[in-house]
């Protein structure tokens, strides 16, 4: 059996960053990772994902973006290519190929099989991300048969879709896009509404991240326990690339909305009377992170806006949306489930989740020696960022490495 003092899960930005840190500290260490380098964004996104990011937020270690475009947006390929070089710049000892069958604890520290063999750690650090499991729900599951399911990691194109009209549930950043995508392909879509959080692409005439981050909004220490989870659940941004894309653009190109979809019986969906709160409450919302914006602004030095401010138009709300639909009778071909991710930890035999299967962590220490990465609102807003992961490599490193010193030297 191999032994080190630190297993890294997950060869993504963040096991590419936590590897960096630990390398730098002298701890001897391996990362595992089920396929290749950065697997997911190779596999499961659509043909013409972008990411969301702009380019200057991207960086990975030893490769900060120096292209003539930092305002501009990667596609798939260009950031893997990024990870691929940034794996070499880093040298990380990445076994590619190799899945975690367990994690569990034992009196030298923790005993990680997979179908390569058994290793023993002193420390283990998952960095798999939060993003390993599409959130389908329950109502799936009485959805007719013949309608096609698929999520953002299984959808490629619209050709690739059997034919009819498509039901998109979920407006967060893949709802929006891909029921665009979509529509615009000439297919009929519905998009059923959920909680979101609404933000424009551009404001004041500079994009909205680089102005969160500046005015700190982004970059904001972890809250009280009051508000953590909640925000830690909270939907993703509902941004695209290079443009604003929200309810009221989907609707100008003739994209349907309806409220959240609460079940489905006898092929019928049926849809919540909440649409009207929801889009109040998201506008409410965005608002708020414009005033923040602006305040900061007038005490910045120099003065980091060329243009005034300015609100935005409240999303237009049908007066009377419909609480039904015949999936059958309308000719619905296939379901999209844009409803949210979740982590994957079925390998971990270690009492440290909720009742409600979430894994309980402070700020990525889960329990002596055992640390997670890659979660939303880990440490901060940036955690679940490109360029987040290298933040909270440090601290999760430093922490780790100076356990270790502890037990070696007692």
Request: charged letters at 20%; proline letters at 6%; one cysteine or more.
């Given at each position: 059996?191999?032994?080190?003092?630190?297993?890294?899960?997950?060869?993504?930005?963040?096991?590419?960053?936590?590897?960096?840190?630990?390398?730098?500290?002298?701890?001897?260490?391996?990362?595992?990772?089920?396929?290749?380098?950065?697997?997911s964004w190779r596999t499961k996104r659509w043909d013409s994902l972008k990411l969301l990011t702009p380019n200057w937020m991207n960086?990975?270690?030893?490769?900060?973006?120096?292209?003539?475009?930092?305002?501009?947006?990667?596609?798939?390929?260009?950031?893997?290519?990024?990870?691929?070089?940034?794996?070499?710049?880093?040298?990380?000892?990445?076994?590619?190929?190799?899945?975690?069958?367990?994690?569990?604890?034992?009196?030298?520290?923790?005993?990680?099989?997979?179908?390569?063999?058994?290793?023993?750690?002193?420390?283990?650090?998952?960095?798999?991300?939060?993003?390993?499991?599409?959130?389908?729900?329950?109502?799936?599951?009485?959805?007719?048969?013949?309608?096609?399911?698929?999520?953002?990691?299984?959808?490629?194109?619209?050709?690739?879709?059997?034919?009819?009209?498509?039901?998109?549930?979920?407006?967060?950043?893949?709802?929006?896009?891909?029921?665009?995508?979509?529509?615009?392909?000439?297919?009929?879509?519905?998009?059923?509404v959920g909680g979101h959080t609404r933000l424009p692409r551009q404001y004041r005439g500079r994009d909205i991240l680089l102005s969160m981050k500046q005015a700190g909004i982004l970059d904001s220490s972890q809250p009280g326990p009051d508000d953590i989870?909640?925000?830690?659940?909270?939907?993703?941004?509902?941004?695209?690339?290079?443009?604003?894309?929200?309810?009221?653009?989907?609707?100008?190109?003739?994209?349907?909305?309806?409220?959240?979809?609460?079940?489905?019986?006898?092929?019928?969906?049926?849809?919540?009377?909440?649409?009207?709160?929801?889009?109040?409450?998201?506008?409410?919302?965005?608002?708020?992170?414009?005033?923040?914006?602006?305040?900061?602004?007038?005490?910045?030095?120099?003065?980091?806006?060329?243009?005034?401010?300015?609100?935005?138009?409240?999303?237009?709300?049908?007066?009377?949306?419909?609480?039904?639909?015949?999936?059958?009778?309308?000719?619905?071909?296939?379901?999209?489930?844009?409803?949210?991710?979740?982590?994957?930890?079925?390998?971990?035999?270690?009492?440290?989740?909720?009742?409600?299967?979430?894994?309980?962590?402070?700020?990525?220490?889960?329990?002596?020696?055992?640390?997670?990465?890659?979660?939303?609102?880990?440490?901060?807003?940036?955690?679940?960022?490109?360029?987040?992961?290298?933040?909270?490599?440090?601290?999760?490193?430093?922490?780790?490495?100076?356990?270790?010193?502890?037990?070696?030297?007692?």
């Amino acid at each position: 059996m191999e032994t080190f003092s630190t297993v890294v899960i997950g060869a993504g930005h963040s096991g590419l960053a936590m590897s960096e840190q630990l390398s730098g500290r002298g701890v001897d260490h391996v990362v595992l990772e089920r396929g290749a380098i950065a697997n997911s964004w190779r596999t499961k996104r659509w043909d013409s994902l972008k990411l969301l990011t702009p380019n200057w937020m991207n960086n990975l270690p030893g490769h900060a973006y120096d292209g003539g475009d930092p305002d501009g947006y990667m596609n798939m390929a260009e950031l893997v290519a990024r990870f691929d070089a940034s794996a070499e710049w880093v040298a990380a000892p990445v076994r590619a190929g190799v899945t975690v069958g367990s994690v569990s604890r034992n009196e030298d520290g923790f005993q990680v099989v997979t179908d390569h063999g058994t290793l023993q750690a002193k420390a283990v650090v998952m960095a798999n991300g939060g993003c390993a499991i599409p959130r389908v729900p329950e109502a799936a599951d009485a959805l007719p048969g013949r309608i096609a399911q698929v999520t953002p990691n299984t959808y490629k194109r619209p050709a690739a879709l059997p034919a009819g009209r498509v039901l998109v549930v979920g407006a967060s950043a893949s709802g929006v896009q891909l029921a665009r995508e979509i529509h615009q392909s000439g297919r009929p879509v519905t998009i059923a509404v959920g909680g979101h959080t609404r933000l424009p692409r551009q404001y004041r005439g500079r994009d909205i991240l680089l102005s969160m981050k500046q005015a700190g909004i982004l970059d904001s220490s972890q809250p009280g326990p009051d508000d953590i989870e909640r925000l830690r659940r909270a939907p993703s941004l509902q941004l695209t690339a290079g443009e604003t894309l929200d309810l009221n653009t989907l609707q100008a190109d003739g994209v349907e909305i309806t409220g959240r979809l609460a079940t489905i019986r006898d092929g019928t969906a049926h849809l919540s009377g909440s649409l009207a709160n929801l889009c109040a409450s998201a506008d409410l919302k965005l608002n708020r992170v414009l005033a923040a914006i602006d305040e900061w602004a007038a005490t910045a030095d120099p003065e980091p806006f060329l243009e005034p401010p300015e609100r935005f138009a409240s999303t237009n709300v049908p007066d009377a949306p419909r609480l039904t639909i015949d999936l059958n009778g309308e000719g619905f071909g296939a379901v999209l489930w844009a409803t949210g991710f979740r982590p994957d930890y079925s390998w971990l035999d270690l009492p440290v989740f909720d009742r409600k299967g979430r894994l309980i962590h402070d700020g990525g220490h889960v329990a002596p020696g055992l640390y997670v990465m890659g979660l939303p609102f880990m440490r901060a807003a940036t955690s679940t960022y490109i360029d987040g992961g290298a933040n909270d490599a440090a601290a999760l490193a430093a922490h780790l490495h100076t356990g270790l010193a502890a037990r070696n030297a007692a």
